[in-house]
């Protein structure tokens, strides 16, 4: 299985930017970059997804490298309640869960 | 939105007894559904994939005896845990995407709020 790496966890500070960074250099053509997040004891919630173009949407961008070979979820001004498990994910026929970065917000 | 519903929300039972979870797709008809668990401070786990009207395809090492999967309708899986455990306490969660496996990289999944299953 193509498989993420994330970093376990980030801190960042209330209404400025968060960059969570996401290597995934075994990903084959047809996979797909999602991203979800987990609040604690809540089911995951869709974030963004994108193939090769970066792709934005009201919740953050998603910035794909051109080799896709890695990509970066930016949450343009983090909020306290944006704190949660960032999951990166590549997925075609199925959806599998790496480890996540568990994210911090400071007020 | 389209909204995945899961019950009960926490349920707590007797060692030896079953316990079974419901996952509905309310807006949308979901022909595979995917059913995850979750321990304490770690990731979801891929348990096994449900499709409606077919045998539900289970992950490596996960029991397929044990935790029962049905999905009878377009709308609903059922996961049955069966002679429950204390280790098979947990958190267990499902997800279905419109327009089913063939969909999920195009679009987003939907999760239930999950189930968290404690055998005493």
């Known amino acids: 299985d193509a498989k993420t790496t994330q970093p376990n966890s980030m801190e960042s500070n209330e209404e400025e930017p968060v960059h969570l960074p996401c290597n995934h250099s075994t990903i084959s053509g047809t996979d797909y970059i999602h991203w979800y997040r987990q609040l604690p004891s809540q089911g995951p919630e869709y974030v963004i997804h994108?193939?090769?173009s970066n792709v934005n949407n009201r919740m953050a961008s998603l910035a794909i490298a051109e080799d896709r070979k890695s990509s970066t979820l930016i949450l343009h001004r983090a909020t306290l309640r944006d704190a949660a498990v960032y999951y990166c994910?590549?997925?075609?026929?199925?959806?599998?869960f790496g480890a996540g970065t568990r994210l911090t917000v400071k007020p | 939105g389209a909204v995945v519903s899961q019950h009960p929300s926490w349920v707590i039972c007797k060692s030896g007894t079953s316990v079974k979870i419901e996952c509905r797709s309310l807006?949308?008809?979901?022909?595979?559904m995917f059913w995850y668990r979750q321990f304490p401070k770690q990731s979801l786990m891929l348990m096994a994939t449900?499709?409606?009207?077919?045998?539900?395809?289970?992950e490596q090492g996960v029991e397929k005896d044990k935790f029962l999967i049905n999905h009878a309708s377009l709308t609903l899986s059922t996961l049955t845990v069966t002679s429950a455990h204390p280790e098979d306490s947990s958190f267990y969660i499902c997800s279905a995407t419109p327009g089913g496996a063939s969909s999920l990289k195009r679009t987003e999944a939907f999760f239930g709020q999950g189930t968290r299953l404690t055998v005493v």
């Open positions: 807006d949308f008809q979901a022909t595979t």
């Open positions: 994108g193939l090769t």
């Open positions: 994910i590549l997925v075609n026929n199925d959806m599998r």
């Open positions: 449900s499709n409606e009207g077919s045998k539900a395809t289970y």
